[in-house]
């Protein structure tokens, strides 16, 4: 947020956050837990940079990409030539849960194979989008990945945060075994997140604001 507000001279009036990595039963810990935070780190920084007068508004959408749902068409007429959907297919009603609202987006063309889409659950939205909106937003985020001028399979925020995670572990030498794994614990000797984060090497400040995990 401190970047952007250097780069446009003004702070955003909105906020889209992409939560991966969440199962569904995990919904109510978001809503509980880390939507109040996230709201708290705002107001902390408003109150410390912009006297307390931004208040963005706020949709916190759940981005699942591990899922067991794949999307056949049933003619033939409607698939390309993989034998899948078209990229930018978008499934928001029969096959959905009640939770909240959530739509299957196949946001990315297989070059072979049976194409895997991701799952969007919208779980705050301050910002009044409707259904299409939300849609074609995320699916125009799809084609934000800075390794590719096409669409992936889930939106840039959390195609970049993948990348970027996957570089701290290999500039830290750290096996994915170290980072939030429910088999191990503290009292067996397991690093804590405190303790592995008080290792992690720095950037260096000239290439902090550069996508330097690509």
């Not at 952007?4 to 009036?13: E, G, L, Q, S, T």
């Not at 990315?108 to 910002?127: F, I, M, W």
């Not at 945060?161 to 500039?171: G, H, P, S």
């Not at 750290?174 to 290792?199: E, H, K």
Request: glycine letters at 6%; a positive charge.
């Amino acid at each position: 947020i401190e970047k952007f507000v250097r780069a446009a001279d003004c702070p955003p009036k909105h906020l889209l956050v992409f939560r991966h990595g969440v199962s569904e039963s995990q919904y109510p810990v978001v809503l509980n837990w880390e939507v109040p935070a996230f709201k708290g780190a705002v107001k902390r920084l408003s109150d410390k940079h912009m006297q307390g007068n931004w208040s963005p508004s706020l949709t916190f959408c759940i981005c699942q990409r591990r899922n067991q749902t794949r999307l056949v068409p049933a003619n033939r007429q409607d698939a390309d030539r993989t034998g899948n959907f078209p990229a930018g297919l978008v499934v928001a009603s029969t096959i959905l849960n009640d939770y909240a609202f959530g739509f299957f987006l196949q946001s990315q063309k297989a070059l072979k194979g049976t194409s895997r889409p991701s799952y969007y659950q919208v779980l705050v939205d301050e910002a009044g989008y409707n259904a299409d909106e939300i849609e074609q937003i995320i699916n125009a985020l799809c084609y934000c990945a800075g390794r590719t001028g096409k669409s992936v399979g889930c939106v840039g925020p959390v195609y970049h945060a993948d990348l970027a995670a996957k570089r701290v572990r290999i500039l830290n030498n750290m096996p994915d075994s170290d980072w939030m794994s429910d088999s191990q614990s503290t009292m067996s000797g397991a690093r804590t997140m405190d303790c592995a984060l008080a290792d992690v090497k720095r950037i260096n400040t000239n290439m902090a604001d550069c996508m330097w995990w690509m």
